[in-house]
């Protein structure tokens, strides 16, 4: 077993943040890690689900997923960690998502925006 010295990656600044979710697929993003700790680079990162069920690793150069395993009407708790060459750093912040139907943004329209419009 070879081991290696050094500090764990920092997790990504900010949690996972939604795209679009649908009863079928949540697809989300983050930022990359800005802190590669003691190694040179970044290996991968794992992304999970409620904590500790590991979703997919995913390359380095990856910063948005495609969630396809997921239960209609269910919600997940999405963070997301850095893997180096020293080991797997800690998880993101959490990012509460739901598998359901949302509304593209280019259906929204704003008709009225004056303040005595509320």
Do not use: H
């Not at 079928?24 to 802190?35: E, H, L, N, V």
């Amino acid at each position: 077993m070879e081991l290696t010295a050094g500090r764990l990656p920092s997790p990504p600044s900010k949690a996972p943040a939604l795209i679009k979710s649908s009863a079928s697929q949540i697809q989300f993003s983050w930022t990359p890690t800005t802190d590669v700790g003691g190694a040179s680079k970044i290996d991968a990162y794992k992304i999970y689900a409620n904590g500790n069920t590991l979703i997919d690793t995913v390359s380095p150069q990856t910063l948005s997923y495609a969630f396809k395993t997921v239960t209609e009407g269910t919600s997940y708790l999405i963070s997301i960690s850095a893997v180096s060459i020293i080991g797997e750093g800690a998880k993101s912040l959490d990012t509460l998502m739901w598998a359901i139907n949302t509304p593209d943004a280019s259906a929204l329209t704003v008709t009225n925006t004056t303040r005595d419009s509320c």
